[in-house]
């Protein structure tokens, strides 16, 4: 018969689930530069979008763990962002609808370089400035971070 396991409380837990790095990638100044990216995010965005992932985690319960645990949920690194899109659309259907006026204001309002999920953009970890993948690549890691905005569409029937 096995031992039974010594109950620990979540946030004794918590230290022991995300890796010393990973949890170097949710540092203060990584999430608080996110949400303020999120901000200009939502600003250019044309509706319909949704927030997605763990900002949208962070916005529904950071007040009850901030609570519980005296300091806010953990943020996020990166932004997941939905957008509506018809299956139905043809190629000059789809570039005359919001999900266009979107994607096209991330890349050249935010100035975001187009990613396999989205649109991506390094910046230096002191300064905030953003970076060319050129650029970035002269820097030690620990000196950079990359911001990714995932783009999730409505639908998973599109054609490619």
């Known amino acids: 018969m096995k031992a039974a396991r010594a109950w620990k409380p979540l946030n004794d837990l918590s230290r022991h689930i995300m ?16 949400e303020s990216e999120l901000q200009h995010l939502l600003e250019v965005a044309a509706p319909p979008v949704c927030l997605l992932g763990g900002w949208a985690v962070h916005i529904h319960v950071t007040d009850a763990f901030r609570e519980e645990h005296g300091r806010s949920y953990i943020g996020s690194r990166d932004i997941d962002l939905g957008v509506h899109v018809d299956s139905e659309w043809d190629a000059n259907t789809l570039q005359s609808k919001p999900v266009s006026t979107t994607l096209t204001n991330i890349e050249s309002e935010l100035a975001y370089n187009r ?42 029937e599109l054609d490619s």
């Open 115 to 156: 990613g396999r999920f989205g649109f991506y953009q390094y910046f230096h970890r002191t300064t905030k400035e953003a970076l060319s993948d050129e650029d970035a690549a002269d820097y030690p890691q620990h000196e950079i971070f990359r911001l990714d905005i995932d783009v999730l569409p409505s639908t998973t």
């Open 19 to 34: 890796s010393e790095a990973d949890r170097s990638q949710y540092a203060d100044e990584v999430t608080t530069f996110s």
